[in-house]
């Protein structure tokens, strides 16, 4: 599951993802910030981009989920977002990697790790970047985990 975290005021963007087994339970997760990006969907897409890259190199995962839905729209039919090639092209390449990409839309509730990660990330005034199994002491935790 994926999720990026983008304010207009902010002068950083959070994005992160956590790769959940068949049970539900954390396997992994990555969150990381960014000077604010210019608009949220930018960061979405980077989110997606740096989970792709990770579950590549770290697992067998070949599904992500988000709550965004013009992403899923922007994989789905590239050609109807010219604005975004670019990064849409970077998307394509690694699907080439992945021998049964799939991506699905969640509901919010369902996406909090995701959302707690990016959230905190966005609120560091440095530059952040953390992947691991688990969310450490120092990284306040969320209600649900």
Not at 34 to 55: G, N, Q, T
Not at 107 to 133: E, G
Request: contains cysteine; charged residues 20%; proline residues 4%.
């Amino acid at each position: 599951m994926i999720d990026g975290s983008w304010t207009s005021t902010a002068q950083f963007s959070g994005n992160g993802w956590v790769w959940l087994d068949s049970l539900g339970k954390v396997q992994f997760m990555g969150t990381r910030n960014h000077i604010r990006r210019e608009f949220a969907l930018h960061l979405e897409m980077e989110a997606l981009r740096w989970a792709m890259e990770s579950m590549l190199q770290h697992s067998t995962c070949q599904s992500f989920g988000t709550d965004c839905k013009d992403l899923i729209a922007m994989i789905n039919e590239p050609h109807v977002w010219p604005s975004f090639a670019t990064k849409l092209e970077r998307i394509e390449t690694l699907k080439i990697c992945f021998l049964d990409f799939k991506i699905s839309y969640i509901p919010r509730a369902q996406n909090q790790i995701s959302d707690f990660l990016t959230r905190t990330a966005r609120s560091f005034h440095r530059v952040f970047y953390f992947i691991s199994c688990s969310i450490p002491g120092w990284l306040l935790r969320p209600p649900q985990i």
